[in-house]
């Protein structure tokens, strides 16, 4: 199956309000990327959304979404964060990875809107290939979007090694406590795509939607 490339959703001239509308599209994507078996297993985690309050939000929430003892090598987990129609890809990568948690330092979280033009892209083990393009043989773990074929490292951050995408994926920032639960608690930089795109400023990332709750 072959994932449709958006009709520009999200183009310089467009709006915030037609990104965020794109960026609620986008998570409905994600469901029908993981159906199509663009990553080898992916399951999700469901994170309730705080109610709409006045005001303005200034610091991420620390929200739940696995733990040590749940996760296994090579299967994804999505779960939505900051807001809560953004989707993300938390995986145990089996090698340290840059950024990752857990005993082994190999478990990772990456924003999964690609940072080219916006579509969900999927986790492909090293070594595997996506069912959308079979000649690509992933070189280490990493993100591939459907749309346009970029590639991203998840053992280096997220950096760009394949395709159009001008920036690396956005890390989610994870914390493991003593028990094995694994937290969310920040994002980036650079922004989610649809998020100030291109900017450093993960401030931005805040805005424009339902922030998840802090479990
Ligand atoms: S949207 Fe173009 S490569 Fe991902």
Not at 132 to 143: D, H, I
Request: aromatic share 6%; glycine share 12%; proline share 10%.
């Amino acid at each position: 199956m072959t994932a449709e490339k958006p009709d520009d959703p999200v183009g310089g001239g467009e709006t915030d309000k037609s990104k965020r509308e794109f960026l609620k599209m986008a998570a409905a994507i994600s469901g029908v990327l993981a159906v199509a078996g663009i990553a080898s297993v992916m399951k999700s985690v469901v994170i309730p959304a705080v109610p709409a309050t006045s005001g303005t939000p200034t610091s991420f929430p620390r929200v739940k979404v696995s733990s040590v003892s749940e996760l296994s090598t090579g299967v994804a987990v999505i779960f939505n964060y900051p807001l809560n129609n953004e989707p993300n890809i938390l995986v145990k990568l089996g090698q340290k990875a840059e950024g990752g948690v857990g005993p082994d330092g190999d478990i990772v979280a990456f924003s999964q809107i690609c940072q080219h033009l916006g579509c969900i892209w999927g986790f492909v083990p090293e070594g595997k290939s996506p069912t959308v393009n079979p000649s690509f043989v992933a070189p280490a773990p990493v993100g591939y979007c459907p749309c346009h074929g970029s590639v991203y490292d998840l053992l280096e951050a997220g950096k760009v090694i394949g395709g159009p995408a001008p920036r690396p994926a956005p890390q989610v920032q994870l914390e493991a406590d003593s028990s094995g639960d694994i937290y969310a608690v920040g994002m980036g930089p650079p922004t989610i795509f649809g998020h100030d795109t291109g900017s450093t400023d993960v401030a931005d990332d805040l805005q424009g939607g339902t922030l998840v709750s802090s479990t």
